[in-house]
């Protein structure tokens, strides 16, 4: 998907479309004063950029570039980051589009499997992060056993772990041992802390679905492209 940009353009939301940060990141950037237009440095983040316009980033030029949006079943064992010394696999080795800079729009932890958005787009992966967007995600959650209702009732109310309130939309069971959790805001670990709170074991975590879009049968480990469609889905609430 190419992005059809009318000229002129607001600085920071030139800066987000070639991928460099989300247009929040972009603002620091400008203000930090490592952007040049035409060689001057900029450090007004509502700058116009005019369609001719040379626009430098620690004085290498950017410009803006295709979108790229994949929906990727991530394996347990790889983590969700571009560099990682600690890391013996990472998620963006399995997706075979190494002249372009990617990046996971949010996190799943490196045990944890299931649906993984990668994309170049800053101000797209930031809409799906931000938890005043409440975006939902679904989990399939194994547990080594089954929650009592007043663990559910509690979770769903809102506990507090390390100073911070953890809180589940929804908590449904499918079967035996397993759980849907829905959620809306992303916090660190947040379905296994939910689970270590009610004295539980964690045994397996997929995520199925973000907003809309759900992972149906897209086998672990493979990649596609999204649709314009897939990517509203993934926004939709």
């Known amino acids: 998907m190419k992005n059809n940009i009318i000229f002129p353009v607001n600085l920071t939301r030139y800066l987000s479309l070639t991928g460099i940060a989300s247009r929040r990141k972009c603002i620091e950037i400008v203000r930090k004063g490592e952007i040049t237009i035409n060689d001057i440095i900029i450090e007004e983040p509502s700058k116009k950029v005019n369609k001719n316009d040379i626009v430098k980033y620690k004085n290498t030029k950017v410009e803006v570039e295709e979108k790229y949006y994949i929906i990727l079943n991530k394996p347990p064992g790889y983590t969700c980051s571009n560099s990682d010394i600690h890391a013996d696999k990472l998620v963006l080795d399995l997706i075979d589009l190494k002249e372009i800079r ?60 390390e100073g911070e309130k953890l809180k589940a939309l929804k908590v449904e069971k499918k079967q035996k041992n397993i759980y849907l959790f829905t959620l809306s805001e992303g916090k660190k670990r947040e379905v296994r802390r939910l689970v270590k709170y009610a004295k539980r074991k964690t045994v397996s975590l997929k995520r199925i679905r973000l907003g809309k879009l759900s992972i149906n049968n897209l086998p672990t480990g493979q990649w596609k492209h999204l649709t314009k469609e897939d990517v509203q889905l993934t926004l939709c609430k």
Not at 108 to 124: K, Q
Request: a negative charge; charged letters at 30%.
């Open 102 to 161: 990617l990046f996971t729009a949010g996190r799943l932890d490196r045990d944890s499997e299931g649906l993984i958005i990668v994309t170049n787009d800053g101000d797209y992966a930031n809409k799906l992060m931000h938890p005043s967007n409440e975006i939902e995600k679904v989990y399939e959650v194994e547990i080594n056993k089954d929650f009592e209702l007043n663990d559910i009732n509690a979770m769903l109310k809102g506990i507090y772990d």
